[in-house]
């Protein structure tokens, strides 16, 4: 079993919805978690970085972290066709730790 | 404030050549990261350096190696290149091991 897994998807929903993004783990030391978006070809840009549980909103994005099940999500409201692009979740024990990396969910969003 | 820089952009090689990657951390920033992304795969962790010193490496053979300068700037040897090297090399850097800044990437290929 992977330490985090994540679905590769692709996720395809029509411009506007509500999309949902989601990570589980199975280390319980991680405390940090962070979400990164990739273009085609591109290098990974951080979008949104949580410290242990709760939520972080930041415009249209919000990242929740549910330590107690392992689990993290990523929220694009009103989403655009811009928004398409490989979202991967990432997470570390702390400063001196590697960062562990999800495999990545494709998104398309539809005009 | 300027970001990570990768050069060269692209790189073209025969089997059983040398590469030489190069990268430039965000000023301020200690550690880098090498990742290998593969064409539609998630990242693979190849090496971290931090002041100087290899800190941690994935599971990939010797001929892939490193080093970080004094300057804090790396550089990513690939030596006996084969077909399955071709891929997206991503530097990051980082001032602390949770929060990592990508760089554009250097695609090589291996012919």
């Known amino acids: 079993q992977k330490e985090v897994e994540q679905d590769p998807g692709p996720l395809s929903v029509p411009e506007g919805a509500i999309v949902s993004l989601n990570c589980t783990y199975s280390?319980?030391?991680?405390?940090?978690f962070m979400w990164y978006r990739q273009y085609s070809r591109k290098g990974p840009e951080l979008l949104m970085y949580?410290?242990s549980s709760g939520n972080k909103e930041d415009g249209r994005f919000t990242a929740q972290v549910d330590k107690s099940s392992k689990y993290i999500s990523l929220f694009i409201r009103d989403s655009q066709p811009s928004d398409s692009a490989t979202y991967l979740c990432?997470?570390?024990?702390?400063?001196?730790?590697?960062?562990?990396w999800g495999a990545g969910t494709k998104l398309i969003i539809k005009p | 404030e300027a970001g990570v820089t990768q050069s060269p952009t692209h790189l073209i090689k025969t089997r059983g050549q040398q590469a030489t990657l190069r990268c430039s951390p965000i000023?301020?920033?200690?550690?880098v990261y090498w990742y290998q992304q593969a064409l539609g795969l998630g990242l693979q962790f190849l090496l971290w350096?931090?002041?100087?010193?290899?800190?941690n490496r994935g599971n990939f053979p010797p001929r892939f190696s490193g080093r970080q300068f004094p300057n804090y700037s790396s550089e990513l040897n690939v030596n006996a290149l084969e077909l399955e090297d071709s891929a997206l090399y991503l530097c990051?850097?980082?001032?602390?091991?949770?929060?990592?800044?990508f760089g554009p990437g250097t695609r090589l290929t291996v012919l």
């Open positions: 280390n319980s030391a991680f405390q940090y």
């Open positions: 949580t410290y």
């Open positions: 000023s301020g920033h200690t550690s």
């Open positions: 990051a850097s980082s001032i602390q091991a949770v929060e990592q800044f």
């Open positions: 350096y931090d002041e100087g010193e290899e800190r």
């Open positions: 990432a997470m570390s024990a702390g400063s001196n730790y590697q960062l562990i």
